[in-house]
């Protein structure tokens, strides 16, 4: 066999260990850091909040019962559904199996999609503080639906 001869290594003065030295200064700071965050943290969390107070991050946040009307189609002639809306982000407030997507923007414009086995639905239209309105299109069981809905804030 050829190559290079191996050399040694002198031993080194310490015995080897798992981590490297660290400093103590740097140590001190993260532990200091590390227990200030945890303080400050604490002290959020126990802070007083005014009972009662919602802090919805848009108006149209809330409970909201939509009703939909069939116009064509051989869809249910109507349908309720509850809705909640939380930082503009619609879902679905029940039971039934249905899987919800929807948005509302700051200015009110609302758009949701809504399935149920093979039946969909999409809708848009625009959310006032304590009501809504807007059409939809779809597809039912056995044919293409179009109808309206219209919403309006639950009491809580």
């Given at each position: 066999m050829t190559g290079r001869p191996l050399t040694s290594h002198p031993p080194t003065s310490?015995?080897?260990t798992s981590s490297p030295p660290t400093n103590h200064r740097l140590t001190h700071h993260r532990l200091r850091t590390t227990a200030l965050g945890a303080i400050l943290t604490t002290l959020l969390a126990l802070a007083p909040y005014p009972t009662g107070t919602a802090y919805a991050r848009?108006?149209?946040?809330?409970?909201?019962?939509?009703l939909i009307v069939t116009m064509s189609g051989s869809c249910d002639p109507s349908y309720r559904y509850g809705l909640l809306i939380n930082d503009g982000i619609v879902s679905y407030d029940g039971i039934a199996p249905i899987t919800m997507?929807?948005?509302v923007t700051p200015k009110g414009a609302v758009r949701v999609i809504l399935q149920s086995g093979g039946q969909w639905a999409d809708g848009s239209g625009k959310l006032t503080r304590n009501r809504g309105a807007g059409v939809w299109r779809g597809q039912g069981v056995s044919s293409a639906c179009t109808g309206t809905w219209l919403a309006e804030r639950r009491d809580n």
């Open positions: 310490s015995p080897p848009t108006i149209y946040d809330g409970a909201w019962s939509v997507q929807g948005r």
